[in-house]
């Protein structure tokens, strides 16, 4: 099964079916030789099964994965856009993948695309994550806010704190000892209602992240927490300029995210966004944070590999 967006093995797509039984069924056998690797005989297939139905987005979008596959990128482009047009929400991230083949500019990735991806997540995502990718996000940033504290001789206790992108409940675990009040904020309801289990959070909300801070009132928490959140967002500003907002005088962000060597944004092979140290540490600045921490350091594996990353800690002065 190929990767997902997370980084872990997922449904590549999500199955919406056209309504007519003959497209589905040459759908169903496409896909058995796409697994099967004859994908030559698969592309067919797929053509024949949008022709029957030219609204099947699924069909589209397993259509443009086969063309990329056999190097046809301008046949994929064609077939990645025709996935985009015919989902409104565009739940398979069809727009995503236009993006890495250069057709279109960088850009939000659709709430819709990120809802679904970790709805379906959900049931495994610490199993796969954990266990699977090495995943150790809420370590780092614990260490990278311990370490700030230590070094400015402050107590390593939280009135308020709020986790953005709250999953589970993992950085919820590893803060919940530090802070008397936990706030998580995620985009998809069966993550949340994971964390709810956890024990960790007085309050959850169902939100974008950027929506969910700007109900937050000013200077209402003095420690913001993003473990590998920020890689859904092509663009910091927002997020860091609300965080400035709801951050207390002294109040502290802290965020891991992944990193590369070139200039401002990219979105990597995983479909995740990557930043350039350059860009962070401009895009912290202009929020009116103090940058206090930057340190490269992975938080995931893929294939056995480090993923290239950074911790990041900024204060509110």
Known sequence: MPLGAIGSPMPARLFMSSGDMNADRRFDYARDLQVQGNLVAAEDLFVQATELAPGFATAWFTLGEVREALGDLPGAIIAFGHARDTDAGDRNGAGLRLMRLG??????????YVTALFDQYAPKFETALVETLGYRGPAVLFKAVLAVCAASERAMQFRCAIDLGCGTGLAGAAFAASTAEMIGIDLSPRMIE?????????????????????????????????????????????????????????????????????????????????????????????????????????????????????????IKD
């Open 194 to 314: 994971r964390a709810r289990t956890s024990g960790h959070y007085a309050e959850l909300e169902v939100a974008e992240i950027v929506d969910g801070l700007r109900r937050r009132s000013d200077a209402s928490a003095d420690l913001i927490l993003a473990a590998d959140v920020l890689i859904y967002l092509h663009d910091l500003a927002p997020v860091l300029a609300e965080a400035a907002r709801v951050l207390a005088p002294g109040g502290l962000l802290a965020f891991t995210a992944e990193s590369h060597d070139g200039d401002g944004v990219i979105l990597g092979a995983g479909l995740r966004y990557a930043y350039s140290d350059s860009y962070v540490r401009t895009s912290v600045a202009a929020s009116g944070l103090t940058l206090n921490r930057f340190d490269h350091i992975s938080t995931r594996n893929e294939g056995h590999v480090p993923v290239p990353g950074m911790v990041v800690v900024a």
């Open 103 to 112: 057709a279109v500019k960088l850009a939000m990735m659709p709430p819709t």
